[in-house]
């Protein structure tokens, strides 16, 4: 709050990381290729002008490739693989004189034969994006990547429980679909947005990250540096949803900055936000075996997950929407292959929701499927299959603490789906979190309250705050006594990072160590530091998925006008599960951002491609919902339970918004498998129909 007692985002007083500024500084744009796969053969930059720099290859000839889970990007692309690579740049005094100078860089290139379809990519004779291969950058986020030999799969997850084929041989029904999810963007109010600064050989970034240590690592790679001579300052963010993880900007802009010996800012433009990190596109086979009383025997799940150009984090990706697929069931046999894959398209990464989504889509629509060949109610097959507490997941880890079929019955009832489920539809969903994982923080004793040092960045969901009331609660003081420092890995204790709904989890059992540590040892700073054990095998997928499972579920109620195609989404609920509430109002604000994500997807979102450049990229093109398209009742609730810990929920109801309105069509007949549900779908759904009958 400032002096006034007014938000701070109110009076304009908060900086975000658009904002940082240094005395002297340049500013960037970037020269982007325009095709989908080329090689560079030449580049001129003689016409930039004198009060410009220029960055071509030969200024990073130096510098190695970087990469979070494989090594395969540059700071600057001596083949292009996307539509919106960057091949070279440009500082000039004002962002206008360097676009400007950026437009007169003349680049002549060799094209290179193009993939733009996940599945066509890994068929034999698909052009290599990476003839070289992968190889796991063996970092502290990175996973054993297993990609295929020759092919476009930079990563192969498979899960084996169970004798699959005997599953399936003991089932009296089976059925089988495939569906698709196209890209998204992520579409945050603020862009990407960073500084880059060069003294005495040691580089400082003031940047809006999600992964602050992260993106040290990968820039102390490209440069050949110890981790200690970089310094990230993370900036609040205005908005990320996942867009601002691992390196977007900081390689290229160090690199100018290195070469024009001054600080260099750079804010992307709305259209270079659509060729920097989306949403993977997905395509998703589900065969699920049942016996005729509805018990579940066996599941086969084959996954098709498009990366883009590059890696990034789509191995990740890939093995969390493969075990999600499997969903929140007793199943005695299964079966995952999931597969990261490059395509000639912008890049693809963390998304809220991390995959879970597409697979969720996938399975929870394959569920009502199968309650229709046994005669159940969608609601009386998952009861009967849902996993409960002492129950094997798939992966073999034991369950604890679960609450599916609370959630479930709470939206089924926010509904009345059991007196009348024509129009309803319902999904319930099982998400992990990122395993392994650590989290450290500190507390300093300041004139009047207390100083908290983390490494978690705010992106507006409110991290502060509930560090602020955590910290209250143990400190014994108001929660305005306490002053969340700027994330800095100068000053801050090591956090993983702030994704997969972690942070108020791992943060408050480390922040209640570090107030045990101030209070035992009676030191002006405290210190606490929490470690989740885990992992999986990425060959069987066996291990441990997540040491604290996300829970939650919808219900939605639609209507359908045949003639136009126009579905109309009466009722949403969202449900759940936090363990233990820290910050009510913000929770609800979570639950509420995740369910209108949820509907955009849903209905409207998908980044259209032509040859692989972006045909709707600006928000007038790419439809994001408004007040206008949330439906009559557009409601939530957050379910709790005492003693419990603290659960994370930025995430948990988007991912099964689209299977639970998908559900609601198909209890009218209308069967939709790729998203968004277009008028142009449901109109081809009613003609099927038609067909059927």
């Not at 100068?490 to 209640?512: F, I, N, V």
């Not at 997540?546 to 045949?562: L, P």
Request: charged share 25%; proline share 5%.
């Amino acid at each position: 709050m400032s002096a006034s007692g007014l938000d701070a985002r109110v009076t304009g007083q908060l900086r975000y990381a658009v904002d940082a500024e240094r005395p002297g500084m340049l500013h960037a744009a970037f020269v982007r290729s325009p095709h989908a796969h080329a090689r560079v053969v030449s580049i001129d930059a003689t016409a930039v002008g004198a009060d410009c720099v220029a960055l071509t290859g030969e200024d990073v000839a130096d510098l190695r490739r970087y990469g979070c889970q494989v090594r395969d990007e540059h700071v600057l692309a001596a083949v292009a693989r996307h539509v919106g690579d960057v091949v070279a740049a440009v500082a000039a005094p004002t962002p206008r004189a360097a676009r400007e100078a950026a437009d007169r860089v003349e680049v002549r290139y060799e094209e290179l034969p193009a993939v733009y379809d996940p599945v066509e990519a890994v068929e034999p004779g698909a052009p290599l994006l990476h003839p070289d291969g992968a190889h796991s950058a063996g970092e502290a986020v990175s996973i054993g990547v297993r990609p295929l030999a020759g092919t476009n799969a930079c990563h192969r997850f498979r899960l084996v429980h169970g004798d699959v084929a005997a599953g399936f041989g003991d089932a009296e029904v089976v059925v089988q679909r495939a569906y698709r999810t196209p890209s998204a963007a992520h579409a945050p109010m603020e862009p990407h947005a960073a500084v880059a600064e060069w003294e005495d050989e040691r580089l400082t970034i003031w940047t809006g990250t999600q992964t602050p240590f992260n993106l040290r690592a990968d820039l102390a790679v490209a440069f050949g540096l110890d981790e200690e001579r970089i310094r990230i300052v993370g900036g609040t963010m205005g908005g990320s949803f996942g867009a601002k993880t691992f390196v977007r900007q900081e390689a290229v802009l160090a690199a100018l900055a290195r070469k024009a010996g001054r600080p260099v800012k750079v804010v992307l433009d709305r259209a270079e936000e659509f060729v920097t990190l989306n949403r993977h596109p997905s395509v998703i086979r589900v065969r699920l075996g049942a016996r005729r009383d509805g018990s579940l025997v066996a599941k086969e799940l084959d996954c098709w997950v498009d990366t883009g150009a590059y890696a990034d984090c789509g191995p990740g990706v890939a093995t969390k929407l493969g075990y999600a697929g499997v969903g929140p069931y007793r199943i005695p046999h299964v079966r995952v292959d999931a597969l990261a894959i490059y395509t000639n398209l912008p890049p693809n990464g963390a998304y809220r929701g991390y995959g879970a989504m597409q697979s969720i889509w996938a399975s929870e629509r394959t569920m009502d499927v199968l309650a229709a060949e046994v005669d159940l109610s969608p609601l009386e097959l998952r009861r009967r299959n849902l996993l409960r507490d002492g129950d094997r997941f798939a992966t073999g880890e034991v369950m604890h603490d679960v609450q599916f079929e609370r959630c479930l019955q709470a939206a089924a009832d926010a509904v009345d789906y059991e007196r009348d489920p024509r129009g309803k539809g319902l999904c319930v969903l099982l998400k992990g979190m990122q395993t392994p994982s650590r989290a450290a923080i500190s507390v300093q004793r300041a004139p009047v309250g207390y100083v908290i040092h983390t490494a978690a960045t705010e992106m507006g969901q409110g991290m502060r705050r509930s560090l602020q009331l955590l910290g209250a609660e143990l400190l014994g003081c108001e929660p305005g006594q306490i002053e969340i420092a700027a994330p800095d890995t100068d000053t801050s204790p090591y956090d993983t990072r702030t994704t997969s709904s972690r942070t108020t989890h791992m943060m408050g059992r480390a922040l209640e160590e570090a107030v045990r540590d101030l209070r035992t040892n009676s030191n002006e700073r405290g210190y606490g530091e929490i470690r989740n054990e885990g992992g999986l095998d990425p060959d069987s997928g066996q291990g441990i998925a997540s040491t604290h499972w996300h829970q939650g579920a919808a219900a939605a109620r639609v209507t359908v006008d045949e003639e136009t195609g126009k579905l109309t989404v009466d009722h949403l609920h969202g449900v759940a599960y936090a363990g233990r509430i820290v910050n009510p109002e913000g929770a609800a604000l979570q639950n509420e951002g995740a369910l209108l994500m949820g509907l955009g997807t849903t209905l409207f979102e998908a980044i259209e491609f032509a040859d692989g450049q972006v045909a709707n990229a600006n928000l007038s093109d790419y439809n994001l919902p408004a007040t206008g398209d949330l439906p009559t009742r557009f409601t939530h609730e957050i379910i709790e339970r005492e003693g419990a810990d603290v659960h994370g929920l930025g995430e948990t109801v988007l991912p099964p918004v689209p299977a639970a309105i998908g559900n609601a069509l198909f209890s009218l007949g209308l069967d939709v498998a790729e998203l968004p549900i277009s008028a142009e779908r449901v109109l081809a759904a009613v003609d099927a129909r038609r067909e059927r009958s």
